[in-house]
């Protein structure tokens, strides 16, 4: 009778050790917690906003990469290890069984520390991108009480309104204000390029308001024309490299956490190992 309970108990019961994948959980976090601030707090330490040219981008980048990739491997491989070493062995299964199932729970502690750690990162974006959506708000209602005519500029027909009412004669600065900038915001629109006719237009209209010669009027429209240009080149240049830094960022992060299964799985093993070898690590822990 003793017999038939403790196999019914045995097969009724899971390999699966979830306070030992916890622990692990919790330390690979802790872990990582701990050496990411300290790697940010000497990442700061190099910047130096006060003189003098900035460090590196690059180098920058390739040091903070590393010290994430380094300690994305060692928290999960201390967290898996400490799940091997914690997990009740079922001494139903041989050595090679018992060590898949460790690098099982090695795994699950990977699996578990990953996705908290999204949660975390989630977390943290979508704070930042509420204080992003403050500062955007505050700017915009600025820009709005600044310029009246600020509406306008997003009307989509107001551009071709004005066509029909152009005027060479001088008219309200404001006025002409609002014109040139729905000019532009037209332009934006397409190619970037300001047609022959809204250039004349808008020379014309600088030398009736300040009372400057007509090809002088149309050399501050050139170069008005010439520097909203560089600054879309800018922008455009920006966006291609934030997008190839994403692509890269996202390779390099689904790499790191390939790499840290593997650590995760071949420590859980090791913890195992030493779990059923009684080591005490006596290397290590001596001068206690």
Do not use: C
Not at 13 to 42: E, K, Q, R, T
Not at 72 to 79: L, P, V
Not at 181 to 207: C, H, K, M, P
Request: charged share 15%; aromatic share 8%.
């Amino acid at each position: 009778m003793v017999a038939e309970t403790s196999a019914t108990n045995r097969d009724q019961s899971s390999y699966v050790d979830w306070p030992a994948i916890i622990a692990g959980i919790v330390l690979a976090s802790a872990i990582s917690l701990v050496l990411i601030s300290f790697g940010s707090a000497v990442g700061l330490n190099f910047l130096d906003f006060g003189y003098g040219d900035g460090p590196n981008p690059i180098f920058v980048g390739i040091a903070a990469a590393t010290w994430f990739l380094w300690v994305q491997i060692s928290s999960f491989m201390a967290g898996g290890y400490l799940t091997g070493r914690l997990r009740r062995r079922h001494f139903d299964a041989d050595e090679h069984e018992s060590d898949l199932r460790d690098g099982a729970h090695g795994l699950l502690v990977w699996a578990g520390a990953a996705i908290l750690g999204v949660m975390i990162a989630v977390g943290g974006i979508g704070a930042a991108a509420n204080a992003v959506g403050n500062v955007a708000a505050t700017a915009t209602t600025a820009a709005s009480n600044v310029a009246e005519g600020a509406a306008d500029a997003v009307d989509p027909n107001a551009y071709f309104i004005d066509t029909m009412f152009r005027t060479t004669q001088p008219v309200d600065a404001d006025a002409a204000r609002g014109e040139a900038g729905r000019i532009f915001a037209q332009a934006a629109l397409g190619d970037g390029v300001v047609a022959d006719a809204d250039r004349t237009y808008l020379a014309s209209v600088i030398a009736a308001n300040t009372g400057i010669p007509q090809p002088e009027a149309e050399a501050r429209v050139d170069q008005a024309i010439a520097s909203v240009e560089e600054a879309r080149q800018t922008a455009i240049e920006a966006a291609r490299i934030a997008r190839n830094t994403a692509i890269i960022g996202a390779f390099l992060i689904a790499a790191s956490l390939l790499v840290s299964a593997l650590g995760a799985f071949w420590a859980a093993q090791k913890g195992g190992n030493h779990r059923d070898e009684n080591t005490v690590l006596t290397g290590v822990f001596r001068r206690f």
